[in-house]
């Protein structure tokens, strides 16, 4: 994570002292520079990457957590998500409450997990392919209605204060899509599948987390969509809105994927090699000292 930050600063700045694009320059200007500064070099203590902030707090609470699948019987951890749950929705609610945070989503998908891992087995009817499948379709669609009616400034939507949640949505239903397509996939006999496919997946696997490294990345999320939208054609009607959609997000993905394995392959994983191994060096000197 700081590897990619201080690399993609780096490279801006330069850019920046030549070619000066206007949606970047101003963030290297006045109190927008310490900002700036800030958000590259202490990404966890700002929030810079709000998923990695959640996944370190998460694992920070982990021994908690645990205990509490050691000493709690399934129907307490079914009503502990169940409320996690409810906060994601309370503020849905005229917008005043704000229960449901990043942390709050980390500690969910931490018991959603632990569900699967220890639960799941005694629900076999319950976690049928056809009940999965339908809990995607259905949640998919929930989360479409929920932005459409909120984007829709009806007088109601002013009420509950939903105009503002539009981005966030419904947020408990991304996790159901991704709890049942995680049950799923991982009833498929992976050994039965053609290495170079298996290979491929992993790869893309590790590369993923590069792409959202990039597409979060204060700089690139300015300059990622404007360019996009600029060398595509203008949609002309709801069909080709949807397909000029795809192709963005398609393209966006498969260019930050090249990116990350480029980064990865040429920089971030020799340097963190590098780092690892003096690392062990000084640690192994340190003890032979005190010996």
């Known amino acids: 994570m700081l590897s990619y930050s201080l690399l993609i600063l780096a490279v801006i700045a330069l850019v920046v002292a030549f070619v000066k694009p206007e949606d970047i320059t101003p963030l290297f200007r006045g109190d927008n520079l310490v900002t700036t500064l800030v958000w590259n070099f202490f990404p966890f203590l700002y ?32 009503a502990l998500i169940a409320l996690l749950a409810v906060f994601s929705i309370w503020v849905l609610f005229f917008g005043r409450v704000g229960a449901w945070n990043n942390v709050t989503y980390a ?5 959603i997990g632990g569900w699967i891992r220890n639960y799941s087995t005694n629900h076999p009817r319950l976690l049928q392919t ?13 989360m479409a209605a929920f932005n459409y009616i ?18 966030q949505g419904i947020q408990i239903l991304p996790m159901i899509i991704a709890t049942a397509v995680f049950i ?11 290495s170079i496919l298996r290979n491929f997946v992993l790869k893309l696997a590790v590369s993923t987390f590069g792409v959202y490294l990039l597409h979060e990345n204060m700089f ?24 000029i ?8 993905y498969l260019v ?18 590098v780092i690892l191994r003096k690392a062990s060096v000084y640690t192994k000197s340190k003890i032979g000292t005190k010996h």
């Open 245 to 252: 959609f795809i192709a963005i997000i398609v393209i966006i």
């Open 184 to 194: 799923l996939v991982d009833r498929i006999n992976m050994s039965a599948t053609p």
């Open 47 to 78: 929030d810079s990457y709000w998923f990695i902030t959640a996944y370190i707090a998460m694992l920070l609470l982990l021994p908690f957590l645990n205990c509490l699948f050691d000493n709690l019987q399934e129907k307490y951890i079914n």
């Open 150 to 167: 909120s984007a829709s400034g009806a007088h109601v939507v002013t009420l509950l204060g939903w105009q503002s949640q539009t981005k």
């Open 256 to 273: 930050a994927s090249l990116a990350a394995f480029l980064l990865d392959t040429c920089i971030v994983h020799p340097l963190e090699r």
């Open 107 to 111: 500690i969910c998908g931490y018991l």
């Open 220 to 243: 690139l999320y300015r300059l990622i969509w404007p360019t996009m939208t600029s060398l595509l054609p203008t949609p002309t009607s709801n069909v080709s809105t949807v397909l």
């Open 130 to 142: 056809k009940y999965l499948i339908a809990a995607i379709l259905l949640s998919s669609a929930g």
